[in-house]
């Protein structure tokens, strides 16, 4: 039986996966003393599966058009949870402010939109 895929169930899995991997790798960075950063192998992973499952289920242009949402709000709940859980950060307080915001979120829209058009070069 083949599953009946959409676009929201598409999306709702790429949120599901950057969350859980935000709210535990803070959990975990700090528990175990890794820098937070090296949690953007698993994102990119999540990137690519998510560009392939929404390039099989709707138009050639949506899959890095969702990533893009998907990099912008990994950045902002990324940046969230590593305030608000203490995640262990390379940076010091004053570098998130003047520099990480900005580049980080526009490093993550561009990496997300490169793996969604990965995954749908996969998925085709």
């Known amino acids: 039986m083949k599953p009946n895929l959409?676009?929201?169930?598409?999306?709702?899995?790429?949120i599901f996966l950057i969350t859980?991997?935000?709210?535990?790798?803070?959990?975990?960075?700090?528990?175990?003393h890794f820098s937070f950063q090296y949690l953007i192998l698993l994102s990119i992973i999540v990137y690519t599966l998510t560009g392939?499952?929404?390039?099989?289920?709707?138009?050639?242009?949506?899959?890095?058009?969702?990533n893009a949402i998907f990099g912008c709000f990994d950045a902002l709940l990324g940046l969230h949870f590593s305030k608000v859980l203490v995640a262990n950060s390379a940076y010091s307080e004053d570098e998130h402010k003047q520099f990480y915001v900005q580049v980080g979120m526009?490093?993550?829209?561009?990496?997300?939109?490169?793996?969604?058009?990965?995954?749908?070069?996969?998925?085709?």
Do not use: T
């Open 6 to 14: 959409n676009l929201q169930c598409c999306l709702d899995i790429g």
């Open 20 to 32: 859980l991997i935000n709210a535990a790798g803070a959990i975990a960075s700090r528990r175990y």
């Open 52 to 66: 392939f499952l929404i390039a099989r289920v709707s138009s050639l242009l949506m899959a890095p058009f969702c």
């Open 106 to 124: 526009l490093m993550k829209v561009v990496l997300s939109m490169i793996c969604g058009f990965v995954g749908q070069l996969i998925a085709n």
